[in-house]
């Protein structure tokens, strides 16, 4: 498994057992480090992203899934933040790669800080 277009973002958890990059298409892999092995996050639908608080921001790219820009993962491994061109914060549990939230912030990185470092 791999990007289709360039990677744009990585990050390894603190234990180094975990690595994540991202892509241009919107693609984020998690990686075993030992293994190499790659699992693909998938992408919820429209419904279940407004539903977890996403909104459509003006002037920019509708799906967050088009160019994925920066990545964070908790300090004890356990979530993953990315943030890209549409401006939102998506948070994803990184056992089941599943999406949980959305927050729409000008400045994700600040926000990608303050929710992966609060205990």
Not at 32 to 49: C, F, H, M, T
Not at 70 to 77: E, Y
Not at 81 to 106: C, F, M, N, Y
Request: glycine fraction near 6%.
């Amino acid at each position: 498994m791999k990007h289709r277009q360039s990677v744009t973002a990585i990050c390894l958890s603190d234990d180094d057992s975990k690595g994540f990059s991202a892509s241009k298409d919107g693609t984020i892999l998690h990686w075993d480090v030992d293994s190499g092995k790659a699992e693909r996050y998938q992408w919820p639908n429209e419904e279940i992203l407004r539903s977890h608080g996403s909104k459509n921001p003006e002037g920019r790219a509708t799906k967050h899934s088009r160019n994925v820009l920066a990545l964070s993962v908790s300090t004890d491994g356990r979530y993953l933040a990315s943030g890209g061109l549409d401006r939102h914060v998506h948070l994803w549990d990184t056992r089941t790669r599943e999406h949980i939230q959305v927050d729409i912030k000008k400045n994700f990185s600040f926000l990608l800080d303050a929710i992966l470092t609060e205990k």
